[in-house]
């Protein structure tokens, strides 16, 4: 496929005219510095309205085609990770050339650390099998926290019953 229709493709979403914070996103999360510098050395071409960089979509294509580098990063942007995961993602992270490790380790509904790990060829099938291990967890202690109120709702409602009928003696007669 050609790479111009391919970033047009993959820029469909974004308006003729983009933002410098929608510039970073289409190349690939670089920083605001970045972007504004590619913006004022004409690397990319923009112009300025009321205190605001205005980029056409077009111009972000023009550099892309060329610069052959940038285009590669941005080929992989939807695979390219920063440094740190988000909370509650797991840990990813390449054993050798042909392993990759997921790990998992949330508390379960005690407090205590519960640790699965999941291995596979590459990063993309690791990723798949760490989201369906975190959901498979997840819905295990959404299970647990439920069954454990359910017994606390449980053995108050009956302590509170219990104490409510002694003093009437209907006690013995639910008891036998």
Known sequence: MNHRVYFE???????????????????????????????????IKSFY???????????IIDYLMGNIECAMRV????????????PGTGCLHQINDHLWEGKYSPRNTYGERISKN???????ECERKLFALIARMNKEIHIQKIKLMEE???????????TSLQPHGILRVCLV
């Open 49 to 59: 309205v009321h205190s605001q960089y205005m980029i056409p979509k077009i111009c």
């Open 9 to 43: 493709k993959l820029f469909a979403d974004y308006p003729d005219l983009v933002s410098l914070q929608n510039l970073q996103e289409m190349l690939g999360g670089i920083s605001q510095g970045k972007a504004l510098k590619l913006v004022k050395q004409g690397e």
């Open 75 to 86: 080929e992989s942007i939807h695979q390219n990770q920063g440094k740190r995961r988000k």
């Open 118 to 124: 999941v291995y596979a060829k590459t990063r993309a």
């Open 152 to 162: 606390k709702y449980a053995e108050g409602y009956v302590d509170k019953y219990v």
